[in-house]
């Protein structure tokens, strides 16, 4: 079976970057191709990557709280792109503030992003659910 191809990085004018390489590891450990675009990643250096590997998902990590600005306007983009079925993932610290999960994750969802993690998730969790909607091992 081939290798599912994934897009990670860090989004925006943040530059946390020791998540980033955990996740890297994480993610190419349990299988997959991994392409790190590192941090301060804009969207459309996302899409570009994901368009030249061919990638199956993109997984945008903010830690700033500025996620819910620097994801605005992902999914409309992926989509003019051609890429109207790649698989999105957002998580970390996506907004300013404590605000409850489940509305920050209901306002990703309405942005496209089909997962949304919040601060401190497990990478095996994220790890789990990209196999579950990549159709790995089936």
Same mark, same amino acid.
């Given at each position: 079976? /081939?290798k599912k191809i994934?897009? $990670? !990085?860090? $989004?925006?004018?943040?530059?946390?970057? $020791?998540?980033?390489?955990? %996740?890297?590891?994480?993610?190419?450990?349990?299988?997959?191709?991994?392409?790190?675009?590192?941090?301060?990643?804009?969207q459309e250096e996302?899409?570009?990557?994901?368009?030249?590997?061919?990638?199956?998902?993109?997984?945008?990590?903010?830690?700033? !709280?500025?996620?819910?600005?620097?994801?605005? =306007?992902?999914?409309?983009?992926?989509?003019?792109? =051609?890429?109207? /079925?790649?698989? %999105?993932?957002?998580?970390?610290? $996506?907004?300013? =503030?404590?605000?409850?999960?489940? /509305?920050?994750?209901?306002?990703?969802?309405?942005?496209?992003?089909?997962?949304?993690?919040?601060p401190g998730t497990?990478?095996?969790?994220?790890?789990?659910?990209?196999?579950?909607?990549?159709?790995?091992?089936?």
């Amino acid at each position: 079976m /081939d290798k599912k191809i994934i897009v $990670i !990085g860090v $989004i925006g004018a943040d530059v946390h970057a $020791i998540g980033n390489k955990i %996740l890297y590891h994480c993610f190419t450990n349990a299988g997959f191709e991994v392409i790190n675009l590192g941090v301060m990643v804009s969207q459309e250096e996302y899409v570009e990557a994901a368009i030249e590997a061919n990638a199956d998902a993109i997984l945008v990590s903010s830690l700033y !709280g500025h996620g819910e600005i620097d994801c605005r =306007g992902l999914r409309e983009l992926c989509t003019e792109a =051609g890429l109207r /079925d790649i698989l %999105l993932y957002v998580g970390g610290n $996506i907004v300013v =503030g404590k605000q409850p999960f489940e /509305d920050v994750e209901k306002r990703f969802k309405l942005m496209g992003f089909d997962r949304v993690f919040p601060p401190g998730t497990d990478p095996d969790i994220t790890i789990k659910f990209l196999k579950e909607d990549l159709k790995m091992g089936e």
